[in-house]
């Protein structure tokens, strides 16, 4: 049984993860740079970063193409 979601999280949820995502990779960047050592850990931390901003992307393409498939289906299939 799926559970339900408010509206406003769901359009809300690809967003924090683009919004942490960036904020991860560009903290860890500036922190790499203020104290002049790149480690595998902040290596790590920004690769993380980096792979929340792309699932929150790829959740807004696959949402936007579900929709463009969806609307033409109710407009052309009458």
């Known amino acids: 049984m799926k559970v ?6 769901y359009d809300a949820k690809p967003w924090v993860f683009i ?5 991860g990779c560009l903290g860890t ?9 790149w480690t595998w ?6 690769l993380g ?4 901003g792309t699932l929150g992307g ?3 393409q ?3 193409e579900y929709r463009s498939r969806s609307k033409w289906r109710r407009e052309h299939l009458r």
Request: charged share 10%; aromatic share 12%.
């Open 41 to 46: 850990v902040r290596a790590a931390l920004c």
């Open 62 to 64: 696959t949402r936007r």
């Open 19 to 23: 919004g942490f995502g960036a904020l």
């Open 29 to 37: 960047i500036l922190w790499a740079v203020l104290s002049s050592e």
């Open 49 to 52: 970063g980096a792979a929340l």
């Open 58 to 60: 790829a959740i807004l």
């Open 4 to 9: 339900w979601t408010p509206q406003f999280l």
